[in-house]
């Protein structure tokens, strides 16, 4: 069909690389149906291939942030009698969690506090306000002792709540148990 | 609307005339062994963007190396379809470049006044060698290790200066977390970059000589 060599006129003002595909396929080529035939199949194997590619790529690169970051299950923190009646006492615990490829050390803590030696209570040591870790204090509030905040001034009575400064909320509550003389602790 | 904006960008930019220009060329007669070059264009393409995906979940650490590639292949989603695009994607881009070379030689299109398009083409298939032979370093298993270390030893065996090459190239006497380091920034810095830059050389001169077609009898 030879359509290269023959003379196109094309009006120099008014073109993009689209008008000129049809002004050439009806001005010029005496076969327009097979040229737009191989538009349309190179703009789709085009497009097949980019979404081939594409979605994988995007699932790729989004990996495994669905995956919980947090330790799971149940944590053994501390054994029983450790544990002083009428005193919130600060215990840590080393977890491995898997980060991507890493099996890393992750360090969970929890004020537990009891009465009785019998029943159990956990607070996260981890301010509300913007996550600095709170201090025991005696003599806090009115008196009695509670959860100190240093970064900013923030305070929480001695089972969590709220009781002045920036922090919005109460100091979070983990599940406990105990089994066998040890104390565990829910941290999701 | 389309016209003005289009004659608004090619005023600026020159892109619209140069893809108009592209399209108005006139072609000698081709053969399906003219498409190798395109193929081997794309089979480069594939491997560049399916190495930067990679390279977001690669630690190069002799540690680590291998966890990242197992973590790829088995954790990530698709991590397995992008590596083995990589990995077969290699392949298809060493042989293709082998079948374009070939093809430019059956059709003598490496003769005048196409000798430097010739000469980028030689110096991009030695760039996809090394890609080939830094990049299989890279998983960090017992075949990639060992491979990289006979072909270390072929290199010491170059009269001369065989030793200080391969000593160079491992950044020491052995294959090490030194080497594992430098075969990763060859591989996905150093040699991506100086292959990018001759295709862009390689095709502008495809661009100007014009495509060299299938030669006549007594040409
Ligand atoms: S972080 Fe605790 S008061 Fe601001």
Aim: aromatic letters at 8%; a neutral charge.
């Amino acid at each position: 069909m030879n359509c290269g060599s023959e003379k196109v006129v094309i009006d120099e003002r008014s073109w993009s690389s689209h008008i000129v595909v049809s002004q050439l396929s009806t001005a010029v080529n005496p076969d327009p149906d097979r040229r737009t035939f191989l538009r349309g199949a190179i703009a789709g194997i085009t497009a097949t291939v980019a979404t081939l590619l594409g979605i994988p790529a995007a699932w790729f690169l989004r990996g495994r942030a669905d995956a919980s970051s947090t330790v799971e299950g149940w944590v053994r923190m501390a054994s029983a009698d450790s544990i002083v009646p009428g005193r919130p006492t600060l215990v840590t615990a080393t977890v491995e969690k898997q980060q991507g490829w890493v099996a890393a050390q992750s360090q969970v803590a929890a004020f537990i506090k009891t009465e009785d030696g019998a029943h159990f209570e956990a607070l996260s040591n981890v301010c509300t306000h913007l996550g600095c870790r709170v201090t025991l204090q005696d003599d806090l509030v009115e008196g009695s002792p509670g959860f100190f905040c240093p970064c900013h001034d923030g305070v929480f009575d001695i089972d969590g709540a709220v009781v002045s400064g920036p922090v919005p909320a109460p100091l979070e509550s983990f599940e406990v148990k105990v089994d066998e003389g040890d104390v565990f602790v829910r941290t999701v | 609307m389309g016209s003005r904006l289009g004659s608004w960008v090619d005023e600026r930019l020159g892109w619209p005339s140069a893809i108009r220009r592209t399209l108005r060329q006139t072609v000698p007669r081709l053969s399906w062994g003219h498409v190798l070059g395109s193929a081997t264009l794309a089979s480069l393409i594939i491997l560049i963007l399916t190495g930067i995906l990679l390279s977001f979940s690669y630690v190069p650490s002799p540690d680590q190396a291998h966890a990242t590639v197992e973590y790829i292949t088995a954790e990530v989603p698709f991590g397995a379809f992008i590596r083995n695009l990589h990995h077969f994607g290699a392949s298809a881009l060493v042989v293709l470049s082998i079948a374009h070379l070939v093809r430019v030689v059956v059709h003598g299109a490496h003769k005048y006044p196409r000798e430097f398009t010739w000469f980028t083409g030689v110096v991009l298939l030695l760039l996809v060698f090394a890609a080939g032979f830094t990049g299989s370093l890279l998983p960090w298993d017992q075949n990639a290790f060992w491979a990289t270390a006979v072909r270390m030893q072929v290199i010491r065996v170059i009269p001369g200066i065989g030793d200080r090459l391969a000593g160079l190239l491992m950044g020491g006497n052995e294959l090490s977390a030194v080497s594992l380091v430098r075969f990763f920034i060859a591989h996905v810095g150093v040699i991506p970059a100086l292959i990018v830059t001759v295709v862009v050389v390689h095709l502008r001169l495809v661009h100007n000589h014009g495509i060299s077609g299938v030669p006549d009898r007594g040409e």
